[in-house]
């Protein structure tokens, strides 16, 4: 059955789809918080395609560069979409092109050749956007971070012991994280603090990465 009705969009940085009025109706994806402008409706097609839609039901295209686009008035090829979901539950979104990929400045691009992480999306109903924990994640980076600073800088200890205290302390806040009744925790929560502490391994090590970098590499 092809997923219809009003969604957000939310990539695997916990960020939402957005059609940006200010940016000539480009759709990007960089807002922590649904609004408005983040709110998509899903068309299924009598092909078996999908035809999406803004807030304001004008319908998303893709352009030959891949950027997507929310200003057209009817549906033609270019406005078409294979929307599918896949084994874990998330969806991929697929053009002309290729697949829908948000990079790590929030753009959208479509055209890539296989749906890995960065083409996968969550299709999140609007009654459950705040539900999703999206919101508390940099609260819970912020005090995890603080602890994981403690033990990266701690007297006496070495690398291993260092480490393995980083680990036992991820995994109990994971723990305490995959019981709860998240929607989609996996992705929004546990991933960014899982990069939290690769970051503080690698510091260790004396590598120096940022926190998108554990999160894409």
Not at 4 to 11: A, E, I
Request: with cysteine; aromatic share 8%; proline share 4%.
């Amino acid at each position: 059955m092809l997923l219809q009705g009003p969604v957000y969009l939310v990539t695997a940085r916990g960020r939402y789809w957005r059609c940006d009025l200010n940016q000539k109706r480009r759709i990007v994806a960089d807002r922590a918080e649904p609004d408005e402008w983040e709110r998509f409706i899903l068309e299924p097609l009598s092909d078996g395609t999908t035809a999406i839609q803004t807030f304001d039901r004008k319908y998303v295209a893709c352009e030959e560069d891949g950027g997507l686009i929310g200003d057209r008035e009817v549906v033609g090829d270019w406005e078409k979409f294979e929307v599918v979901k896949e084994e874990d539950g998330f969806v991929s979104i697929k053009s002309q092109l290729g697949f829908v990929c948000a990079d790590q400045g929030g753009n959208l691009v479509a055209h890539r050749g296989a749906a890995r992480a960065r083409e996968r999306f969550a299709a999140v109903r609007p009654g459950n956007a705040r539900r999703t924990g999206v919101s508390f994640v940099d609260r819970l980076k912020k005090e995890l971070v603080e602890k994981l600073y403690d033990i990266e800088n701690a007297p006496g200890m070495t690398k291993d012991e260092k480490i393995s205290r980083i680990q036992h302390l991820t995994c109990g806040v994971c723990a305490g994280v995959a019981v709860q009744p998240i929607p989609f925790a996996d992705i929004f929560v546990l991933t960014p603090i899982q990069g939290v502490a690769a970051v503080k391994v690698a510091h260790i090590h004396g590598l120096q990465i940022t926190d998108s970098e554990a999160m894409w590499t």
